[in-house]
């Protein structure tokens, strides 16, 4: 007695397909308090860390940083004035940031969300003094990076006409608000780039697309970061077309201060809060 072969299964529509891989894409995405758990257990690691290693780890962030200013500048200077420019230099201005992040070098405006799980976890002194010694060594270390970048990049016809007068537009452009709409772009700034560090992650092999995409969106929305922009505004000050005055009063001051409310109110509201309880019922059952 012969058997028929049975007929082969029906392949499934496409669309059932992609429903099925985004399905499991998102089941195995990490949950957030193990999101929580590994940026926070990330962040104290940092905070043990030695002054001289952050340093160094600083120092070579604000260096790295300035090709974000660089590459802008060699791509802007290649095209012509149109509304449309920044579109294509923005590309540039992710350079620094793949390098800093997946190089994982100390950079400060991270810090404002891996440094700041530790001491709402823990809200204890010891780590609140921990966090702002952290944040003191990276800015100070940051910001001598990209002071000796911007030097190095002004020698005088080192880059061709075109990027010279790239580089001195795209640092005055970066000091052209005013005080406070200087400050609430900072925010959205430090709220994206905390935003990024939440969701790396999860995101596998997409890492260096997220880093992308995120970074893109601050530089076409023109929105300032204390790392990046200070490259900018110290090519200013080390080609003498601004005083120290401008680079702390107009820029220094109101980045930080947008910077670190953008990405700490990320931590506090929408990071740490959802999982508080979570954490709170595993620390009671210890």
């Given at each position: 007695?012969?058997?028929?072969?049975?007929?082969?299964?029906?392949?499934?529509p496409?669309?059932?397909?992609?429903?099925?891989?985004?399905?499991?894409?998102?089941?195995?995405?990490?949950e957030?308090?193990?999101?929580?758990?590994?940026?926070?257990?990330?962040?104290?690691?940092e905070?043990?860390?030695?002054?001289?290693?952050?340093?160094w780890s600083?120092?070579?962030?604000?260096?790295?940083?300035?090709?974000?200013?660089?590459?802008?500048?060699?791509?802007?200077?290649?095209?012509?004035?149109?509304?449309?420019?920044?579109?294509?230099?923005?590309?540039?201005?992710?350079?620094?940031?793949?390098?800093?992040?997946?190089?994982?070098?100390?950079?400060?405006?991270?810090?404002?969300?891996?440094?700041?799980?530790?001491?709402?976890?823990?809200?204890?002194?010891?780590?609140?003094?921990?966090?702002?010694?952290?944040?003191?060594?990276?800015?100070?270390?940051?910001?001598?990076?990209?002071?000796?970048?911007?030097?190095?990049?002004?020698?005088?016809?080192?880059?061709?006409?075109?990027?010279?007068?790239?580089?001195?537009?795209?640092?005055?452009?970066?000091?052209?608000?005013?005080?406070?709409?200087?400050?609430?772009?900072?925010?959205?700034?430090?709220?994206?780039?905390?935003?990024?560090v939440?969701?790396?992650?999860?995101?596998?092999?997409?890492?260096?697309?997220?880093?992308?995409?995120?970074?893109?969106?601050?530089?076409?929305?023109?929105?300032?970061?204390?790392?990046?922009?200070?490259?900018?505004?110290?090519?200013?000050?080390?080609?003498?077309?601004?005083?120290?005055?401008?680079?702390?009063?107009?820029?220094?001051?109101?980045?930080?201060?947008?910077?670190?409310?953008?990405?700490?109110?990320?931590?506090?509201?929408?990071?740490?809060?959802?999982?508080?309880?979570?954490?709170?019922?595993?620390?009671?059952?210890?």
């Open positions: 007695m012969t058997h028929e072969p049975e007929p082969p299964e029906a392949e499934a496409e669309g059932e397909k992609l429903k099925d891989t985004f399905q499991t894409a998102i089941s195995s995405a990490p957030p308090v193990m999101i929580h758990d590994i940026i926070r257990e990330d962040g104290e690691r905070l043990e860390r030695s002054i001289s290693a952050l340093s600083g120092f070579g962030a604000g260096l790295s940083m300035g090709f974000s200013f660089l590459m802008m500048a060699v791509i802007r200077g290649a095209l012509p004035e149109a509304p449309w420019r920044i579109l294509i230099t923005g590309f540039g201005y992710t350079t620094g940031f793949m390098i800093v992040v997946l190089g994982r070098q100390q950079l400060f405006t991270e810090s404002t969300l891996t440094a700041v799980l530790p001491v709402l976890t823990q809200r204890s002194m010891t780590s609140i003094a921990k966090m702002l010694r952290l944040w003191g060594v990276v800015v100070a270390a940051n910001i001598v990076g990209t002071f000796i970048f911007a030097w190095v990049i002004s020698v005088p016809d080192l880059f061709h006409a075109d990027v010279a007068q790239a580089l001195s537009d795209i640092g005055h452009e970066a000091i052209q608000d005013p005080f406070w709409h200087m400050a609430l772009k900072s925010v959205l700034a430090g709220w994206l780039i905390a935003l990024m939440w969701l790396l992650p999860s995101a596998g092999q997409s890492r260096l697309l997220l880093i992308l995409i995120i970074t893109y969106l601050v530089a076409i929305m023109h929105a300032s970061h204390l790392i990046a922009g200070s490259v900018e505004v110290s090519y200013l000050v080390v080609t003498g077309q601004i005083g120290l005055g401008d680079y702390f009063g107009h820029f220094f001051v109101p980045t930080f201060i947008g910077n670190v409310a953008g990405g700490t109110s990320l931590v506090a509201l929408l990071n740490h809060a959802p999982v508080r309880e979570e954490l709170d019922q595993a620390k009671k059952k210890r």
